[in-house]
């Protein structure tokens, strides 16, 4: 009697999350789900929709410039990702450091990630500017270039460019999440590997780095999911150029669905790359799960 | 500088901006010696450990181990080994690899870590563990643990910080029959940093007693025990402590009067047969007479003319099991007087006493110390 008003009470609670989640993830989640089975067009004139079959999913795997998008993302994905794990945890590492004015420090790293992302790709679009952007004016003073270039108009240089960007702003949010791990290993175990007789390196590869990879690994996968969904900061900073040369999976759906209007065949892509990031989170899970077991005291 | 001393801290001082936490500490120390340094929170025992293992740096001073300066060396080059009251074993390591992880650090050959971690291992009674985590050990396995980390290299000399504090009571008796066992099987040179004086006086070979900093006696447990040279160090060490009563003593042929005052309007009167008068040469002085609760008893000692009796009002009776402790009120103190289990002695009611006069101390009733 008790035990199912318990219940009902349960699902009345939960209720409106599950509506909300149901109205902006699960119905369109479907709805792309399906379109990727048809031959649908977004146009004026409403024509039939036919289901297809697997037909706009044999196309996107054998798609080249598909596949070259998917290369592309990935290229961005570990090297931007890996950047800010290396930069996050150097920088935390520094900020745990007692010194003059660290608590301040320790505030001002956080500003980067508060920008928006928009703001940002604009910033270091100007910053990258060809004709008085600061980044050609620093190098050109230092005399390491000796003409102004255009960074992001080179197809050779432009997706570094925005990975750089990338990580100048995503960095703030590993290095503050190692910096929140680091302060709660025990003093005592740093003491004890210096007297067994481990230097600075054996010890935060030995002790401190296996201590904070439980956190440092939960912030490793989000930022993983979304540098694969990398979107915004190319649409601003290159559109997807020069020479499609920054466009990535996500931007390669975009344009199948808004700009060619191929809704059907963007939804196969779309879901592709939802399956890639799936797989990446349960690869992720399972090291982390697998860290978990040994870091915990 | 005798040449065979295993430590030996001279002058040393500590300070942390104004705060002077040690001043000036000499200490030595034999091979082979368990010395003990005991006191009440904040005596600096602690730093004092942490200056020799060099993980403080001294503000002056000397510190030598096994005849090297080594004040100013990193604790990795001091050839030493401590255990940490939270053991600070690695998380993310085996027990196996807890324990070789200094001989790993070393570069030892493979064969040689295994065989040495698995003698240590035999010795404390842990081989069944090697592969297990920390966060899968007891407490008391976990400070086996940490004693293997540091027997496992050999060490000129050993450093416990209070080993033994997060143990639950039981075990920590266990645990600390375990280390005395350990010490006694390899002869090991260990400092060892307590605040409790029962493991100080059941594990030492010598006793440093400290308190705000400063050294106040080194001594054998029987010394501290029976000879402190102040008031402080009577009163921190034995359990329960030296009860400390103001009294007057009075030389005169042979002998020194004692009279101590009850709250009953009477004073007790004893005979110290022992302690030459020529002690108190200046005449009757106040002092403050101390004497162990078990040289207030009940019972018939054996020690004949040393012994006094007086009648005593029994102000509380607490049964402890193999003894009953009885609360006296005494020279303007709770004296407490150690009886046998099955005295017939009820609360309230009066009852005599037998003071055991042989093993009186006298301190100076302003400075504490021993007179």
Redesign the interface.
Do not use: K, T, Y
């Given at each position: 009697m008790f035990g199912r008003r318990r219940k009902q009470e349960k699902w009345i609670l939960l209720a409106p999350a599950i509506l909300v989640l149901a109205l902006i993830t699960l119905i369109p989640l479907a709805n792309t789900f399906w379109l990727s089975f048809t031959d649908t067009r977004i146009s004026a004139i409403p024509s039939p929709v036919r289901f297809i079959g697997l037909e706009n999913y044999i196309y996107a795997l054998t798609d080249p410039e598909f596949r070259e998008a998917l290369y592309r993302t990935l290229y961005f994905t570990i090297v931007s990702v890996g950047l800010e794990g290396i930069l996050g945890v150097a920088v935390a590492v520094l900020l745990n450091q007692k010194f003059r004015g660290h608590l301040i420090l320790r505030a001002l790293i956080i500003l980067p990630w508060a920008v928006p992302t928009i703001v940002n790709a604009v910033a270091w679009r100007l910053i990258y500017h060809p004709d008085y952007g600061a980044l050609n004016s620093l190098l050109f003073q230092l005399g390491l270039i000796s003409d102004y270039r255009s960074w992001i108009g080179d197809p050779a240089t432009a997706m570094n460019m925005v990975i750089l960007a990338d990580v100048w702003k995503n960095f703030p949010l590993v290095a503050y999440v190692a910096l929140a791990a680091l302060q709660t290993v025990p003093a005592d175990l740093n003491k004890a590997a210096a007297i067994e007789g481990a230097g600075p390196w054996k010890r935060f590869w030995s002790i401190t780095l296996p201590w904070i990879m439980g956190p440092l690994m939960v912030v490793m996968v989000l930022r993983t999911i979304e540098a694969f969904r990398v979107f915004d900061i190319i649409y601003v900073m290159t559109g997807g150029g020069p020479a499609d040369s920054t466009k990535t999976a996500s931007f390669y759906v975009y344009q199948e669905y808004f700009n060619y209007l191929r809704s059907g065949s963007g939804a196969s892509y779309a879901v592709l790359v939802a399956g890639i990031s799936a797989v990446l989170i349960l690869f992720y899970y399972s090291s982390a799960k697998r860290q978990a077991t040994g870091a915990t005291a | 500088m005798p040449e065979n001393q295993i430590l030996s801290v001279e002058s040393l001082q500590k300070t942390y901006g104004d705060v002077h936490v040690l001043k000036d500490i000499n200490v030595a120390m034999e091979p082979g010696e368990f010395l003990v340094l005991v006191g009440p929170s904040g005596c600096g025992k602690s730093t004092l450990l942490s200056c020799i293992?060099?993980?403080t740096e001294v503000s002056s001073g000397t510190i030598r181990i096994a005849g090297r300066d080594c004040t100013h060396m990193?604790?990795?080059n001091r050839d030493?080994?401590?255990v940490?009251?939270?053991y600070?074993l690695?998380?993310?390591?085996s027990v196996e690899r807890n324990i070789g992880?200094?001989l790993e650090?070393?570069k030892v050959a493979e064969a040689e870590k295994k065989a040495k971690v698995s003698e240590v291992a035999d010795l404390l009674k842990i081989e069944h563990l090697l592969q297990r985590?920390?966060?899968e050990l007891s407490g008391g396995q976990r400070q086996r643990v940490a004693m293997g980390?540091a027997l496992v290299?050999d060490p000129k000399l050993f450093l416990f910080d209070e080993p033994l504090s997060n143990l639950d009571a039981k075990l920590r008796v266990t645990m600390r029959t375990e280390i005395k066992r350990i010490h006694q099987a390899t002869g090991a040179s260990i400092v060892y940093v307590t605040h409790d004086q029962i493991e100080a006086m059941t594990l030492a070979t010598r006793i440093v007693v400290m308190k705000d900093g400063v050294v106040q006696q080194i001594g054998t447990p029987h010394e501290i025990y029976n000879k402190p040279v102040n008031a402080f160090v009577a009163d921190f060490m034995g359990a329960p402590s030296m009860n400390l009563m103001k009294g007057k003593a009075t030389p005169e042929e042979g002998h020194i009067r004692l009279e101590i005052p009850t709250p009953q309007g009477r004073s007790v009167s004893l005979i110290d047969r022992k302690t030459p008068s020529q002690s108190f040469r200046n005449g009757p002085q106040d002092v403050l007479i101390g004497l162990r609760p078990e040289a207030m008893t009940d019972q018939k000692l054996s020690n004949g003319s040393a012994l006094q009796s007086a009648e005593c009002l029994l102000e509380v009776v607490e049964p402890a099991g193999a003894d009953t402790y009885a609360v006296i009120h005494l020279g303007e103190t709770e004296a407490i007087a150690r009886l046998s289990a099955d005295a017939p002695v009820q609360a309230g009611e009066m009852s005599s006493i037998t003071f055991d006069l042989s093993k009186v101390s006298y301190f100076d009733i302003s400075s504490g110390n021993r007179l």
């Open positions: - | 293992s060099g993980l990193e604790p990795a030493i080994a401590m940490f009251q939270s600070a690695f998380p993310n390591m992880f200094g650090v070393r985590r920390p966060a980390r290299r």
